[in-house]
């Protein structure tokens, strides 16, 4: 059994036990999640959370479902952030400089703070990152990038605007659509799937139970 703790849920108190992630206390205190939860594991950035330890000042940020609950907490979960995301065909645009003065101007701004590096909850150097996009250094942009679950908490605590998850986006999809090398193996996937090579194989594996399904996953191939 945990030890009860005492944190404030957009003010409100509530007593929770101190294993807890933020967002099971959310549940445990009675919230039922609708908005700010998806994967529960990290990965899609739909949890961003704003907190502070009473008597300290620092505001701090992480993903509600990564992050352990701690006496004296005062959370405020960020369920929606409002990023700048412009319209854009990739098949339109190119790896060029003025791709990025054109769409997102705003990273020309920064001021150097790195209060978006601080605040990043995956730990990524975003102002690195947005130097990158900066100079059209845009594979350099995507791998720093890579990690970016989209939660818009460094954006939250930017001065000059910048939609830093929009730029690495850009920036990924310009490099995987102009400048990263051909996957040779996986055009001849796709062109095996388009014509119809997989379906038998498919079909068989929608027969299996699960624990077949189980048997086969733990003995697959890993390819070389
Ligand atoms: S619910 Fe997906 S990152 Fe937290």
């Known amino acids: 059994m945990s030890n009860m703790i005492n944190i404030y849920l957009y003010g409100k ?13 959310m549940e445990y205190a009675g ?10 594991c990290g990965f899609c950035g739909a949890c961003a959370t704003i907190y502070r330890i009473k008597g300290d000042t620092e505001l701090k940020t992480c993903l509600a479902c990564q992050t352990q609950v701690q006496d004296n907490m005062y959370i405020a979960t960020l369920p929606f952030f409002p990023l700048v995301k412009q ?30 590096t601080k605040a ?6 975003v102002m690195q990152y947005i130097a990158y996009a900066q100079r059209g250094e845009y594979e350099k942009c995507a791998e720093e990038s890579f990690d970016c679950v989209m939660c818009g908490v460094c954006s939250s605590r ?22 990263a090398p051909e996957t040779g193996h996986l055009n001849d996937r796709v062109a095996e799937i388009l ?7 498919l079909k068989d594996i929608m027969s299996k139970s699960v624990a077949e399904l189980k048997e086969m996953y733990n003995n697959r191939d890993f390819e070389k």
């Open 31 to 40: 919230y039922q999640l609708v908005r700010g939860v998806g994967c529960r």
């Open 87 to 116: 319209p854009y065909d990739i098949e339109n645009v190119k790896p060029t400089e003025q791709i990025m003065m054109q769409l997102y101007p705003e990273i020309y701004a920064c001021v150097g703070c790195n209060a978006c």
């Open 13 to 25: 108190k509530y007593e929770v036990p101190s294993s807890l992630t933020i967002m099971g206390a």
């Open 158 to 179: 930017c001065p000059a605007g910048i939609t830093h998850p929009q730029v690495g986006m850009l920036a990924r999809r310009l490099t995987g659509k102009y400048l």
């Open 120 to 125: 990043c909850t995956q730990g990524l150097n």
């Open 195 to 201: 014509r119809g090579d997989c379906e038998a194989a």
